[in-house]
């Protein structure tokens, strides 16, 4: 069955950065894309942005843009999400999917604290 | 970015009854519509893609209608797993954007 396993909880310091992956199993991972999405009480559900498993290229949303920053890795079939001058409106649960959104990671909670 | 406005924020509602939560977009999206459901502990699962088609193994009881700016989400029969937050997401222009959610809550 497909599964989307996340990396855990993760504790940063304002500025700095940290990496969250995402593992891909049950399927053919260069046939669909990645995406991320971030989860906060506040702002609910905001979609991050792609990467296409095959080629590795990328499409953000202008928000995340500067912030956000996707790779993969297709020998392992991981994705990667690294978060970047982390401050705490950072701190939110992330999400990985699969292509439509059809398969979801169990999340990554992120905290951003000094 | 196209605004998801998702109606009522909450429902107290009990085992067997009908609901039905509503998405409405400011702009319309073709159909473009999934709906997605919220355990508790996080675990997203998606229910309905393209407004009306059920995801694999998501029970007959769920389903999904409407067009334009305009959608619904029904389930027929509750039954105690149901009551959980649900999400509507709009997938017809970038970037893709949700609704703000509808807990669904036992009365």
């Known amino acids: 069955q497909v599964q989307l396993q996340q990396s855990g909880a993760e504790l940063a310091k304002p500025g700095s950065s940290v990496k969250i992956s995402c593992k891909a199993s049950?399927?053919?991972?260069?046939?669909?894309?990645i995406s991320w999405i971030k989860q906060t009480t506040g702002q609910g559900l905001e979609y991050i942005g792609y990467?296409?498993?095959?080629?590795?290229?990328?499409n953000y949303n202008e928000k995340f843009k500067g912030k956000a920053t996707l790779t993969v890795d297709k020998s392992s079939s991981t994705a990667f999400m690294q978060l970047s001058s982390l401050t705490p409106d950072d701190s939110a649960v992330y999400y990985c999917a699969r292509g439509g959104l059809d398969a979801w990671g169990q999340g990554a909670s992120v905290t951003v604290s000094s | 970015d196209i605004q998801m406005t998702q109606t009522p924020s909450s429902m107290p509602a009990s085992l067997g009854e009908r609901v039905t939560i509503s998405c409405r977009a400011s702009?319309?999206?073709?159909?473009?519509l999934n709906w997605y459901q919220q355990k508790p502990d996080g675990t997203i699962k998606p229910l309905i893609y393209y407004t009306s088609n059920l995801q694999s193994g998501v029970p007959s009881r769920f389903s999904g209608s409407g067009s334009g700016t305009d959608y619904s989400l029904t389930i027929s029969s509750l039954e105690p797993e149901d009551f959980a937050m649900y999400y509507c997401q709009q997938y017809d222009s970038s970037p893709w954007t949700f609704g703000g959610g509808t807990k669904l809550e036992l009365k």
């Open positions: 990467i296409n498993t095959g080629s590795g290229g990328t």
């Open positions: 702009q319309g999206i073709s159909n473009y």
């Open positions: 049950g399927y053919t991972f260069t046939s669909y894309y």
